[in-house]
């Protein structure tokens, strides 16, 4: 079976899916075409051009499945390349645009939520990686389409996607992790994005409160770093100098040591679809700790969630670094691992 894997966007969660899925399912022939992750708006409306001009023989193939993440313009696609049309069109959703926090110098994302929705609409399967995902898109749509000048009756159709939607994680791969890898339970790790709408300012106002507290612990700020971060790194680097073992991204390695011996993973986040990072670092040995909201509740126990401020972080934080009767048991994360969703992935491309 052949089958075309596009990725309009591809950023590091996408390439990992894509990669980790040609790895699994080799009885595939698979082809895979992407897009560098920059110049967003560009790209989310210019990727079948780009496709169009740079790989007009690769898409004129003849393929049985086209797996497309929902970056993909597919609607305009397969009208530049009819044939793809007679392929089954299934659309991945990492993350939708219409429950992306919109920063307060940014313009509203109208192109890039018409290209999920008729990108989705296009699709003859639709796959969410989490129930949050699939949710806050349907809601999300209705909620814009109720601004278009005609008021078109759009439930139905919307209604009609959720019911046949798919919800299949991003799995991860068996952790490799051994008895010898000692966890430091007054170990933090932040490994995520450097961007607003992980909510950093939240994180570090709490750490600056527990370092003037008195608190012992250590920190280990990892994650992928742009041109420009939020300005609350810079202040944290200097004023938790004192807690800090590791800042900035790390090489492979140096960052699975850190996650093999790190005791407590945080989440602040505004924008959580799945939330990779912070699954990889549980499954390591950290505790995770993350937001009652998002998509944390149908994967996080009451155990491992906070109520979302900063007060409520504070005080799980500082009992968990102070007192270690309070603190939860590892948490098994096998559920999340490949094995347990090898043949959904084989079976959303049968054909």
Known sequence: MRVLLLSAYEAVSHRYWAESLMDTIGEVRWTSLSLPPRHFRWRIRGNPLSWMLKEHDTLSQHFDVVLATSMVDLAT???????????????????????????????????????NLYTALAADSVVFNSAYNRDSFIDGARAFLKKMPENLPAVKPLEALRSRAQVLPVPIPVSNKTSRDATMP???????????????????????????AGVSFELAVMGQRFRQAPAIFAEAEQRLAKHIVAWGPQPEEAYRELLD????????????????????????????????????????????????????????????????????ERLDATAWEWPAWREAYRQLLSV
């Open 77 to 115: 696609l397969v009208g530049l390349f009819p044939h793809l049309g007679q392929a089954k069109k299934i659309v991945y959703f990492h993350e939708n645009q219409f429950a992306y926090p919109e920063s307060s110098d940014q313009m509203p994302q109208v192109e890039a939520k018409m290209v």
């Open 186 to 212: 007054h170990r933090i790790v932040w490994n995520h994005r450097w961007e607003y709408d992980k909510n950093p300012d939240d994180f570090f106002a709490v750490l600056f409160a527990l370092s003037d």
């Open 261 to 328: 011996s790190a005791g407590i993973v945080v989440s602040t986040t505004w924008h959580e679809f799945q939330g990779l990072a912070i699954m990889e670092a549980a499954q390591r040995g950290a505790l995770p700790l993350v937001p009652d909201r998002l998509c944390f509740p149908a994967l996080y126990p009451p155990a491992y969630r906070y109520d979302g401020t900063r007060e409520g972080l504070y005080e799980r934080l500082s009992a968990w670094l102070t007192d270690p009767a309070s603190r939860p």
